[in-house]
């Protein structure tokens, strides 16, 4: 029973967050190489939350955009007529608007 209640104990502690300085001189704030994503403020790493008991000074990763993800490949529906919108201006068909302002012909 006492080794449950200290496990216990043990996992609560591991779980609370560390009171800790902030580092002296500028961090990187955004995501460290230990998985950490660091802050002002602190850090939460997969381990647990470190605060700092004073604001950390630091410069904000540079921004890498994500790779641009290919282009789905597009489907024609080959017969597939269209046979125009409904909206609250007026109806979009396939010869052109008609709206408030009257009829817009489409060119071909």
Same mark, same amino acid.
């Given at each position: 029973m006492r080794i449950l209640v200290l496990v216990a104990i043990v996992g609560v502690c591991s779980a609370a967050p560390q009171f800790v300085p902030a580092p002296p001189g500028l961090l990187e704030f955004g995501v460290d190489a230990e998985g950490c994503t660091v802050g002002p403020s602190g850090k939460v790493c997969p381990s647990g939350p470190v605060q700092f008991t004073s604001a950390a000074q630091g410069v904000p990763q540079p921004f890498q955009p994500a790779p641009p993800r290919p282009a789905a490949p597009h489907?024609?529906?080959?017969?597939?007529?269209?046979? *125009?919108?409904? /909206? !609250?201006? *007026?109806?979009? /068909? !396939?010869s052109g608007l008609v709206g408030p302002s009257g009829p817009v012909a489409f060119g071909k």
């Open positions: 489907h024609a529906q080959a017969g597939a007529a269209f046979t *125009g919108l409904v /909206g !609250p201006s *007026g109806v979009i /068909g !396939p």
